[in-house]
């Protein structure tokens, strides 16, 4: 029986962003306890030899498009950034600074990155930016600050891109169940429905 | 006010089966005028320098376990074909032949054209089971057989593509509603909720 849901997301990824919003109703409504896994797309994309959707011909105006049409029926504030994709190294860093050593405060955090960048236009991919959404989670600055430099935040990261890739993770937002994956926003009726066939709880 | 939704498909297409077999009830339960067209994804990946889903390394994998995975949560018959994807020019030519000539049989000949490839194994990409499923479908085998060998439907095929292009299709299943796209059978409840909201009836 599963027990772990465990969701990949990009800073940069408007479906990634939407599912942030959703996923601790998905986890609590299936039962699952919620792994956040702060990851970069970067080296999926390089992997697979793909491009961020919005840079493919015919695909890229649809998407723009979808983008703001999911967030708005889904009820969920959405401006498209101006500048977009973004680097994200240094949310993702902080994300994961805050997994590893404030637990309880890293979903907070990770969903106001989101929403800096999606809903208030804030340039996430500058640190100081990143600095200031933690900040305002009620993380101390400094530490954070510290945190994104050091070698162990910088190595895990990688390895969480590593593992997911391992794993299968191609894009976001990724969500694995055990062995079983998910990839969008547009399949979290797939994830209730599987989980209720499958026995989660 | 929307009167007509265009539901673009090709018939190697795995979510444009699934939809297939769900159109009709999205267009009652919209109150929109469904008007069917076959398309041909070749063209539309050269342009978008795109390839089969299937193709595609990580998402390739991902994507035999979703068709799968999406007939199977939906309630539809599905077997991934051995032989995929397949050409379909044979199967499009027939759909629009009895869209232009028999309108009255035309959903039946795509659904059956579909469920033959996707639940029962049958090359459609052979232009004589193409015909042995339109005769089963209440039509003309010769009539059918003249009509995919003839320069009028040979035109109009190329035309459905062309225009379909036109108008920003790039994908399968397609809807535009007007000038309003979904792509995917994944977006069949957004279709709902946007005429919803738009007052499409």
Redesign the interface.
């Known amino acids: 029986m599963a027990s772990t849901i465990d969701f990949y997301f990009e800073f940069s990824s408007p479906y990634g962003y939407l599912a942030s919003t959703q996923i601790e109703a998905l986890a609590a409504e299936t039962g699952l306890t919620l792994k956040w896994h702060p990851i970069l797309l970067g080296p ?1 994309f390089k ?4 491009a961020p959707l919005t840079q ?4 890229g ?2 998407a723009l ?2 983008f703001k ?2 967030a708005m ?1 889904a009820g969920i504030p959405y401006t498209q950034p101006g500048t977009f994709p973004i680097a994200t190294v240094a949310a993702a860093r902080a994300a994961l600074h805050a997994r590893e050593h404030h637990p309880e405060r890293a979903p907070a955090l990770i969903k106001s990155l989101y929403r800096a960048y999606f809903a208030d236009g804030r340039p996430i991919d500058q640190a100081d930016v990143v600095l200031d959404v933690a900040q305002e989670s009620g993380l101390d600055r400094d530490e954070v600050a510290q945190g994104i430099e050091s070698d162990p935040i910088k190595i895990a990261l990688k390895k969480e891109v590593s593992e997911a ?1 391992e794993r ?1 993770v ?2 976001s937002p990724f969500i694995l169940i055990e062995d079983e ?1 998910f ?2 926003f ?2 979290f009726e ?1 994830v209730k ?2 989980v209720a ?1 499958k026995g989660g709880q």
């Open positions: 999926m992997a697979m030899g793909s493919i011909p015919l695909k105006d649809y498009r979808d049409r999911s029926l890739m299968g191609f894009g994956p990839w969008g547009d399949r797939h429905k599987w066939l």
